[in-house]
C-alpha cells in the first residue's frame, strides 16, 4: 500500500478535531443542528487553515443520515461515500484549471437535477478568485437563488479579487492563521500516533516555520520524520533539515554587526553558506529576531508575543538590554528591503553581503536612519571621551600632512616588538588558552559564549586570564558564578589547565589599552587595532 502523507491521512473527519477555528465550527454545527443553513459560503484564508478540510465535513454533516451534534457520523452509508470520494452529491471543482464560461455553465445545468441520495448537493469551487469575468457573471444567478437541495461552497486565499456581486450573495467566513500552540499539540498528537520521539522544541519550531498553517506543519513534520527515520525528532535536526539557523548564531552576528566587524560577519556568512543553509529563510528568520529584540525591549511582559524557549528569551532580554531601539529599527528596514529583493535575485549571498556591511558601515548611506546611527556612535563616543580623527590610512600624502598627522608605521613597529615580547613571556597556559580561544567558546552555552563574543582575552595579574569588556552589562553577566563555572569547565575541556579568570570593563584611553592586549592575536600575525 501506498504511502500517505501526515495531512492527509489525519485530516479531521469531525468538526471537533479541527484546530483553531473554533468561531467558525461552532457557527456551522449551531447551524446544522438549527436546520437553518445557507445556502452560499465564502471561506476566506491563508493555505493551510482549514477552508477545504471544512468544506468538506459541512458536505457531510448536511447530508449524513445519523448527525452527531451537527458533526457527521462517519458511519452511514452517505458519509463513507463522500469519505470515499464516490459521492455524486459532492462535486469538488478547482477553479485555477476550470475557470473558464462554459465550465460554470455546465454547474449551472447540473444544479437542475436533484441528488439520487441524501439532501444536499454540494459544490465546492476551490480558489474561486480564479474565475474569469464571464464565469462570475453566469454563476451570479444561479448563487443568488440556487433550489433549495443546492449548496455553494467557495474557498479563496485572495478574497480581494472576488467582485461584490459575488461577496453579497453569500455567508462569508475568514479563517484565521493557527496560533503556534495549536499547531504544537496537534503536531505531539500526531507523533504519538506515528510512534515518533520528538522533542517540544523541536515541534514548536516546526510550528513557527509554518506560519500558521496547520498543512504546512504536517509536511514540515513529515520531512522530517523521513530524513530522519527511525531516530528522535530534535532541535538541532529539525534546523539541520529545513536549512534554517539557531538563534545563537544571530546573536553572534549581531554582536560583530554592532562591533562593526565586517569580515566576521563576513565569515559567518560562509559558515552558513558551507552548511547548506537556505539564504532567503536565514534572511527571513534574522529579521525575525531582530523583532524579538525590539519586542524585548519593551517594559511590558512579552514572553507569549516572543514565544521563544526560556534560555532564549533570557538571551534575547541580555541583547536587548545593549541595543538601541532606533539601531534595531534601522536593521529591520535594511533585511525588510533585502526580503523583497531575495526572491526574485540569482546572486542572493551577494545582496546579502552588501545588506551586512551597509549595517556594520553607516557612514556608507546618507538616509536619515543611517545618519541617527552614526550620530548615536559620534555622542556615545565622545560621551566616553574618545577622541575621533579621520583614518590615516584613508587620507592621501597632502591631507595627511596639511592635518598634522603622520605615518604610524613606528607605532606598528613599536606594537610589534611589544608582541613579541608578551609571547616570550606567557606561561604555557595562557598560551594554549590563546591558542585554542575560539574551540573555548564553542563548549560553552548559547548565552555565555554570545557574551564572551565582545570579551577581550587578555593578561592579568600573576598571569590570570583577565577578560575585558566594552559594556558593564555584558561583564556583569559573565561574572555570574554558574557563567564563570562554565567558562573554567570549557578551557579544561579544551586545553586541560585549571585557569584563573578575573573580569574587567575595557578603558577608552589609548595608553590602558595598550596595556592589555588581546592574546588571541598574538598567534595570527593579525596587528592589534586600538580605539582611535
Avoid at 451570479?140 to 437541495?149: G, I, N
Avoid at 504536517?218 to 536549512?243: H, N, R
Avoid at 556591511?357 to 566616553?384: F, W
Avoid at 578575573?502 to 595570527?524: A, H, N, W
Amino acid at each position: 500500500m501506498s504511502y500517505t502523507a501526515l495531512y492527509r491521512k489525519y485530516r479531521p473527519d469531525v468538526f471537533e478535531d479541527v484546530k483553531g477555528q473554533d468561531h467558525i465550527v461552532t457557527v456551522l454545527k449551531n447551524q446544522i443542528k438549527a436546520g437553518r443553513l445557507g445556502h452560499a459560503y465564502l471561506f476566506c484564508g491563508t493555505r493551510g487553515t482549514g477552508k477545504t478540510t471544512i468544506a468538506k465535513l459541512l458536505a457531510k454533516a448536511v447530508n449524513c443520515e445519523h448527525p452527531i451534534n451537527g458533526s457527521p457520523c462517519n458511519q452511514c452509508q452517505t458519509c463513507r461515500s463522500i469519505q470515499a470520494q464516490t459521492s455524486m452529491n459532492v462535486i469538488e471543482i478547482d477553479a485555477a484549471s476550470n475557470n473558464g464560461v462554459d465550465n460554470i455553465r455546465e454547474i449551472v445545468n447540473e444544479v437542475q437535477y436533484s441528488p439520487t441520495e441524501g439532501n444536499y448537493k454540494v459544490y465546492i469551487i476551490d480558489e474561486v478568485h480564479m474565475l474569469s469575468a464571464g464565469a462570475f457573471n453566469a454563476l451570479l444567478k444561479t448563487l443568488e437563488e440556487p433550489p433549495s437541495y443546492v449548496m455553494f461552497i467557495l474557498a479563496t486565499t485572495e478574497v480581494q479579487k472576488i467582485p461584490v456581486t459575488i461577496l453579497s450573495r453569500c455567508q462569508r467566513y475568514d479563517f484565521k492563521r493557527i496560533t503556534i500552540d495549536y499547531i504544537t499539540e496537534r503536531l505531539s498528537e500526531l507523533a504519538v500516533k506515528e510512534q515518533v520521539e520528538a522533542d517540544e522544541k523541536a515541534l514548536r519550531y516546526i510550528a513557527r516555520m509554518a506560519d500558521g498553517a496547520l498543512r504546512d506543519a504536517l509536511s514540515l513534520l513529515d520531512q522530517c520524520i523521513a530524513f530522519y527515520f527511525g531516530e528522535a525528532i530534535t532541535y538541532d535536526k529539525v534546523l539541520e533539515v529545513l536549512g534554517t539557523v539557531d538563534i545563537e548564531v544571530f546573536a553572534a552576528l549581531l554582536r560583530y554587526i554592532r562591533k562593526g566587524s565586517v569580515s566576521d560577519c563576513i565569515r559567518i556568512l560562509e559558515e552558513i553558506t558551507i552548511a547548506g543553509r537556505e539564504l532567503t529563510q536565514f534572511t527571513t528568520d534574522f529579521t525575525w529576531y531582530l523583532r524579538n529584540l525590539l519586542l524585548a525591549k519593551t517594559p511590558d511582559d512579552m514572553t507569549e508575543v516572543l514565544e521563544v524557549s526560556s534560555d532564549q528569551l533570557e538571551l534575547l532580554r541580555q541583547e536587548a538590554a545593549s541595543c538601541n531601539a532606533d539601531t534595531l529599527m534601522r536593521y529591520i528596514r535594511i533585511f525588510s528591503d533585502l526580503s523583497n529583493q531575495m526572491k526574485y535575485a540569482s546572486q542572493k549571498r551577494v545582496l546579502l553581503e552588501v545588506a551586512l556591511i551597509k549595517m556594520c558601515c553607516p557612514e556608507m548611506e546618507t538616509d536619515l536612519a543611517s545618519l541617527t546611527d552614526r550620530i548615536r556612535k559620534l555622542e556615545a563616543a565622545m560621551k566616553d571621551g574618545v577622541v575621533l580623527q579621520k583614518n590615516s590610512d584613508m587620507m592621501t600624502e597632502n591631507e595627511t600632512k596639511a592635518s598634522g598627522l603622520t605615518s604610524n608605521s613606528k607605532d606598528d613597529q613599536k606594537d610589534n616588538e611589544t608582541l613579541a615580547v608578551l609571547q616570550k613571556a606567557m606561561t604555557k597556559d595562557l598560551e594554549m588558552v590563546a591558542k585554542d580561544w575560539r574551540r573555548i567558546l564553542e563548549n560553552t552555552s548559547s548565552l555565555v559564549r554570545t557574551v564572551l563574543i565582545s570579551a577581550r582575552p587578555t593578561i592579568g595579574p600573576d598571569n590570570t586570564l583577565l577578560l575585558l569588556f566594552d559594556n558593564p552589562v555584558d561583564k556583569d553577566v559573565a561574572e555570574r558564578e554558574r557563567h564563570v563555572l562554565e567558562l573554567k569547565k570549557a578551557i579544561q575541556k579544551s586545553t586541560g589547565t585549571d585557569m584563573n579568570i578575573r573580569y574587567g570593563v575595557m578603558s577608552r584611553e589609548k595608553e590602558k589599552q595598550q596595556e592589555y592586549p588581546d592574546i588571541t592575536k598574538l598567534f595570527k600575525n593579525i596587528p592589534i587595532q586600538y580605539v582611535e
